[in-house]
């Protein structure tokens, strides 16, 4: 049965990054886009990323277009983030979260989630948090605020 860490995706600045190198840590995978009403949650994502990095947990943040609210450009969705909200989590390159052409990461993860949410991806912040064995843990709704996930991010911290 597959993990995140055995997916890769092409980082915004194109490089490609292997998700292995996530491996044994607790990972909040998020879908992203700049111009949506959620995007002040970057903000959140990026003080979560700081605070439990040390403990061995990051964001990936995967801008999507699929909801009309992304910038175009992937140096436009770096700006963007960097100015606006400080972000230093990984970023990576715009990918579709749903239909035929959904990033295997985003494919993985609608069917690893399932549940009460179902599998599509409603929109745009969508969040996945997957243990340090690299299994989805828990899927949150676009409104969950970032900082509602931050007793289950330690309770997967403190877990082997």
Known sequence: MPTLTDFSATALDGSDHDLAQHAGKVVLVVNTASKCGFAPQFAGLEKLH?????????????????????????DEVA?????????????????????KHAHPVYQWLRSEAGGALGSAVKWNFTKFLVGRDGHVIKRYAPSTEPEQIAADIKAALASE
């Open 50 to 74: 700081e605070q439990f990095s040390p403990e061995g947990f990051t964001v990936l943040g995967f801008p999507s277009n699929q909801f009309k609210q992304e910038l175009s450009d992937a």
């Open 79 to 99: 700006d963007y983030c960097q100015k606006n909200y400080g972000v230093t989590f990984p970023m990576f390159a715009t990918i579709d979260v749903n239909g």
